[in-house]
T-cell receptor, first 112, second 115 residues
Framework: SQQGEEDPQALSIQEGENATMNCSYK?????LQWYRQNSGRGLVHLIL?????REKHSGRLRVTLDTSKKSSSLLITASRAADTASYFC????????????FGKGTMLLVSP | GAGVSQSPRYKVAKRGQDVALRCDPI?????LFWYQQALGQGPEFLTY????????KSGLPSDRFFAERPEGSVSTLKIQRTQQEDSAVYLC?????????????FGSGTRLTVV
């Protein structure tokens, strides 16, 4: 079963525009992570935000977390064609180890 | 090695055939995970190892699926008597810690097609 739900399922934008993807989850979490997956490849870890954090930045990425609404957003600023990929949120539960539960992903297409 | 290595990259199996998928995690990484990703879906958890101990196998879909990591490094996922519904990408990931708050490093996956 999948804990997270990304929204939208697909997003198409022009280079230079910002892309915002949202993730909602159901149960309490220890942390939330975002991953990118290029077609036919493995997932690449982008950013991790802990449950006691509200916002985190990494380069052109900004992640927010609202635990009261059980939601997170990923903002990619000044998008590039190379950002074209599927983006997944994954939640880490309050367990003794770090198994992640992934959503279904948002497919982002950035056109030159 | 520098990353997580999985082999083979692609595997075509006839229904009923047994397959073995290999994962070489990053050296020294304590945690190793197997995930199954169907087309158009997110990865689904299969099993988790902390060193050589299989601490969680709750995601294995049936007793035809078996995983091992006998020396706490390389892991093998074995699927017996493959069925068409087993067709998916099998992803292996490793993490430097057994605790939460660490990201995973994924391999490129093995795409299994059962015909």
């Amino acid at each position: 079963s999948q804990q997270g739900e990304e929204d939208p399922q697909a997003l198409s934008i022009q280079e230079g525009e910002n892309a915002t993807m949202n993730c909602s989850y159901k149960t309490s979490i220890n942390n939330l992570q975002w991953y990118r997956q290029n077609s036919g490849r493995g997932l690449v870890h982008l950013i991790l935000i802990r449950s006691n954090e509200r916002e985190k930045h990494s380069g052109r990425l900004r992640v927010t977390l609202d635990t009261s609404k059980k939601s997170s957003s990923l903002l990619i600023t000044a998008s590039r064609a190379a950002d074209t990929a599927s983006y997944f949120c994954a939640t880490g539960m309050n367990s003794g180890y770090s198994t992640l539960t992934f959503g279904k992903g948002t497919m982002l297409l950035v056109s030159p | 090695g520098a990353g997580v290595s999985q082999s083979p990259r692609y595997k075509v199996a006839k229904r009923g055939q047994d397959v073995a998928l290999r994962c070489d995690p990053i050296s020294g990484h304590v945690s190793l995970f197997w995930y199954q990703q169907a087309l158009g879906q997110g990865p689904e958890f299969l099993t988790y190892f902390q060193n050589e101990a299989q601490l969680d196998k709750s995601g294995l879909p049936s007793d035809r699926f078996f995983a091992e990591r006998p020396e706490g490094s390389v892991s093998t996922l074995k699927i017996q008597r493959t069925q068409q519904e087993d067709s998916a990408v099998y992803l292996c990931a490793s993490s430097q810690s057994s605790g939460p708050n660490y990201g995973y490093t994924f391999g490129s996956g093995t795409r299994l097609t059962v015909v």
